[in-house]
C-alpha cells in the first residue's frame, strides 16, 4: 500500500503563483512515476504533468512553461510549482504514484480568481 498526502492549495488571484507537494509512504518502489492529476467541476480528471525517479517530465500543453514539477527521491516527495495561474487552472489537484498499480491522494483544491 502506499499512502499519497497532498499540500499547498489555496486561493489565489490570475498571474500567482502556488507550490503544491505530495508526500508518499508506505511501499515505494525505487523505481515509479509520481504526478500531478486536475479535475474541475463537470470535467474529467486530466494529466498536469509526471516525473520518473529519473527526472523525466511531460506536461499538459496547457501548463508547459508555467508549472515545473520536480522531486526528492530521497525524501518520497513530489512538487508542482505553478506559476502564471489562470482561472481556468482551477481545480482540485491529485497526487498520483504508479508502479505496478495505481495510487491517488485525497486532493487538494485549487481556486484562481480573475
Known amino acids: 500500500q502506499v499512502q499519497l498526502v497532498e499540500s499547498g492549495g489555496g486561493l489565489v488571484q490570475a498571474g500567482g503563483s502556488l507550490r503544491l507537494s505530495c508526500a508518499a509512504s508506505g511501499s515505494i518502489f525505487s523505481v515509479n512515476v509520481m504526478g500531478w492529476y486536475r479535475q474541475a467541476p463537470g470535467k474529467q480528471r486530466e494529466l498536469v504533468a509526471i516525473?520518473?525517479?529519473?527526472?523525466?517530465?511531460n506536461y499538459a500543453d496547457s501548463v508547459k512553461g508555467r508549472f515545473t514539477i520536480s522531486r526528492d527521491n530521497a525524501k518520497n516527495m513530489v512538487y508542482l510549482q505553478m506559476n502564471t495561474l489562470k482561472p481556468e487552472d482551477t481545480a482540485v489537484y491529485y497526487c498520483?504514484?504508479?508502479?505496478?498499480?495505481?495510487?491517488w491522494g485525497h486532493g487538494t483544491q485549487v481556486t484562481v480568481s480573475p
Open positions: 516525473i520518473t525517479t529519473g527526472g523525466n517530465t
Open positions: 498520483n504514484y504508479r508502479r505496478y498499480r495505481e495510487y
